[in-house]
């Protein structure tokens, strides 16, 4: 008398097919994923920007005052007059200048804050959500393989 061996292929088959394998909840993730990187990519472009035109400003304004300090002179004491001008300028811009690049830093800094809050909770809503729907798969996957094995 010869024994069978018992195909377990079939019987495998069977068991994966009760348990769906839901990819929509990687689907999403990719999404959410995506979506967060091109908002901190908008602030980081922005912050850029801003950053340029403060620069730019900044060195029109300096370039500005070096032509009043190498304009010629009647007198040697204006020279020394320029000069202190240009000192008192330059530090003046350079003042505003920092100011407004503070200002840039602390609006990424709040954006970013408010971004990284927003995506902790989606990541929550979407892991809750997709717990919930795995586990209801599973309970129902788990009671139709108990209906069928009666």
Do not use: C, H, N
């Amino acid at each position: 008398m010869a024994t069978k061996a018992q195909d377990y292929t079939k019987t495998m088959q069977d068991m994966m097919s009760a348990f769906p394998m839901d990819m929509s909840a990687f689907q999403d993730g990719f999404k959410s994923y995506a979506a967060f990187g091109e908002k901190m990519s908008k602030v980081a472009l922005e912050a850029a920007e801003k950053s340029t035109e403060i620069s730019t400003a900044w060195t029109k304004g300096t370039i500005a005052k070096m032509g009043d300090v190498t304009r010629m002179k009647a007198e040697p004491a204006e020279y020394q007059k320029s000069f202190s001008d240009f000192a008192s300028a330059q530090a003046e811009m350079t003042s505003e200048s920092m100011a407004a690049f503070a200002e840039i830093a602390k609006k990424v800094q709040m954006d970013t804050v408010e971004i990284m809050l927003a995506a902790g909770k989606d990541a929550s809503a979407e892991m809750t959500a997709a717990a919930k729907k795995a586990t209801d798969d599973m309970t129902a996957a788990a009671k139709k393989a108990t209906a069928t094995a009666k």
